[in-house]
């Protein structure tokens, strides 16, 4: 503002000049005219003077102001603000420290760029493996805004370029550097990189953590064998105790089992950490050959593990087809032999139901039997009975005509066939005879004989020819 109050002014001043000494005919210039411009330098000139006292206020800043009359003011709020004769700093709400490649190292306290308020190389760190790295990260710093507190960070840093180079650089870079002493490259690198960064947060935010470092001596339980001796066969002999020493950095802890802490220096005046990154870490170059050969050993180690797993897949997956087979094989088997014991079932109850059956019908069978044995019994006993009464009716006829019908036609048979057979004897033509007791074919010796064969034949019968008289009842 002071430059262009000049610059208005000295303007003003030439062509009023010009005008009174250029022009001859001095009638013809107008008074207002003249008066115009020489009120136009003077402004020139007044704004020359007071111009440092006047400019706008941008957002996002706070302005320290200095007045003409030794007193202090902060301004916050945008707009145009007029402090005749008074000078002011301009001062980022927020300061932004970034290490990050292809920057240098530069400040931008009290210009708006696209930058950060201060840009740094990559900061080189030390881990706790003595591995160094380039680490690039950015934090963020938010600066007080009320009177009190930002009046104290001026008087004490007087300008932000001190600010960022006397305290939030420095801080910035202690804390990163204490941050990577409290982890190993290794351990950063195999997994620890969000603890890393959650670690500096916090130490930006409330304090570096006050360490120690001790040397820590690790025993392990195997016991390493010496090269093989063939002549000791399994009895190797051992060697070493394999131990390792290892340094560990503890943090130091107060009387209440806190850990102890070395406070920003910055948060006195009101500073506070907004936001604070780790964005990018890249260790040596023998760490990254090492990082190859680990790399590579574990993706071979990898590569072996999945083939073993594939091996032993295949094995798993060999003894589920076997176990299958032989799940097949006891299915179809039972299967049979399910059909083979249903079927046998069914004979035995076939065999049982026929035994049953067969049982049934010899039960019936001797219940038949036993009836048709008990109505034979009492048939018989029927037909005995009729037997004795029929025998004791021929008994009684016979004892009653002592069987005079039945000898009387046994006799008619008996001459009957007598009769026939004499009637049906040879006769000799001639016979010849004398009257001794020779026989000689005679009728009276014919007659004779034939009741010799009728008494011999009623003597095999068995029966009387005389007729008895009926006993009387």
């Known amino acids: 503002m002071t430059s262009i109050g000049f610059g208005i002014a000295g303007v003003a001043l030439i062509i009023a000049i010009f005008l009174q000494f250029g022009i001859r005919d001095k009638e013809r210039i107008p008074k207002g005219a003249m008066r115009l411009i020489l009120t136009i330098a003077a402004i020139g000139f007044g704004l020359g003077f007071t111009g440092s006292g006047i400019f706008y206020a941008e957002p996002g800043y706070v302005y320290h102001v200095r007045t003409v009359m030794g007193d202090e003011e902060v301004v916050s709020e945008p707009g145009y603000k007029f402090y005749p004769f008074g000078r002011y700093n301009a001062w980022k709400r927020a300061m932004t420290v970034q290490a990050a490649a292809g920057s240098t190292d530069s400040l931008y306290a009290e210009r708006d760029t696209s930058e950060a308020s201060a840009g740094l190389p990559p900061l080189n760190i030390m881990f706790l493996d003595q591995v160094d790295a380039d680490a690039e990260a950015t934090v963020r710093f938010s600066i007080p805004s009320d009177e009190e507190s930002f009046l104290q960070l001026t008087h004490e840093y007087r300008t932000p370029e001190n600010l960022l180079r006397t305290a939030l650089i420095p801080a910035f870079k202690e804390t990163l550097q204490a941050t990577a002493s409290l982890f190993s490259a290794e351990n950063y690198y195999s997994g620890a990189r969000s603890e890393f960064n959650s ?73 506070s950490v907004v936001d604070a990154r780790v964005t990018n870490m890249r260790p040596n170059s023998k760490f990254v050959e090492r990082m190859q050969l680990k790399q590579k050993a574990s993706a071979d180690r990898a590569i072996a593990r999945e083939q073993r797993i594939q091996e032993e897949e295949q094995r798993l997956l060999a003894i589920a087809k076997g176990e299958r087979e032989v799940a097949q094989r006891q299915a179809k088997a039972k299967v049979e032999q399910i059909q083979r014991t249903t079927e046998a079932e069914t004979e035995k109850q076939l065999a049982l139901t026929k035994a049953l059956k067969l049982k049934e019908q010899a039960t019936i069978e001797k219940e038949t039997a036993e009836i048709n044995l008990e109505k034979a019994k009492v048939e018989a006993q029927t037909v005995k009975t009729l037997a004795d009464a029929e025998a004791y009716k021929k008994r009684e006829i016979l004892s009653a005509d002592n069987a ?44 004779a004989f034939m009741q010799m064969l009728t008494l011999d034949a009623a003597q095999r019968l068995s029966y009387d020819r005389d007729i008895s008289k009926t006993k009387s009842r």
Not at 233 to 242: A, F, L, T, V
Not at 246 to 261: A, I, M, T, Y
């Open 404 to 447: 005079l019908a039945q000898k009387l036609e046994a006799e008619v048979k008996i001459q009957q066939l007598w009769a026939d057979a004499y009637s049906k004897r040879a006769v000799p033509t001639n016979v010849f005879g004398s009257g001794g007791d020779t026989p000689v074919g005679g009728d009276s010796e014919t007659r």
């Open 199 to 271: 670690e500096f947060e916090q130490q930006m935010t409330s304090g570096i953590y006050i360490v120690r470092r001790e040397e820590v001596t690790r025993r392990s339980e195997r016991k390493i064998k010496s090269t093989a001796n063939a002549a000791l066969g399994q009895n190797q002999e051992s060697y070493g105790d394999e131990a390792k020493v290892e340094f560990v950095v503890n943090k130091v802890l107060d009387e209440n089992g806190q850990p102890r802490k070395k406070l920003q220096k910055f948060v006195n005046f009101g500073i």
